[in-house]
């Protein structure tokens, strides 16, 4: 069954790091789309970063450009967030999904989510 699992969230201090994790199943990473979304308290969810099927294209959100990395190892089938220099702002429930492609915008087209991942940063 197609299935999308992330993990790595927790609670961290202002100017902490956290990787997160986001292992696919049921489906080949080299074909598809992969976005990271997050979804604050009291707040619309929105697209923070996606990687294209090759890996060739990676577009960020404005809010965290220059502090996340996503990535991908097709070999694992799994997508990476790796995330520095986190700030209160950055708190909420991270998501990826299955996208059908990773636009400039962030206004991403989801066709499959998965469960999603608390992250909380706090002093």
């Known amino acids: 069954q197609l299935q999308l699992v992330e993990s790595g969230g927790g609670l961290v201090q202002p100017g902490g790091s956290l990787r997160l994790s986001c292992a696919a199943s049921?489906?080949?990473?080299?074909?598809?789309?992969i976005g990271w979304f997050r979804q604050a308290p009291g707040k619309e969810r929105e697209g923070v970063a996606c990687?294209?099927?090759?890996?060739?294209?990676?577009n960020y959100a404005d809010s965290v450009k220059g502090r996340f990395t996503i990535s991908k190892v097709n070999a694992k089938n799994t997508v990476y967030l790796q995330m520095n220099s986190l700030s209160p702002e950055d708190t909420g429930i991270y998501y990826c999904?299955?996208?059908?492609?990773?636009?400039?915008?962030?206004?991403?087209?989801?066709?499959?989510w998965g469960q999603g991942t608390q992250v909380t940063v706090s002093s």
């Open positions: 990687i294209s099927s090759s890996g060739g294209t990676t």
């Open positions: 999904a299955r996208i059908t492609a990773c636009l400039y915008s962030l206004q991403l087209e989801v066709n499959y």
């Open positions: 049921g489906f080949d990473l080299n074909y598809y789309a």
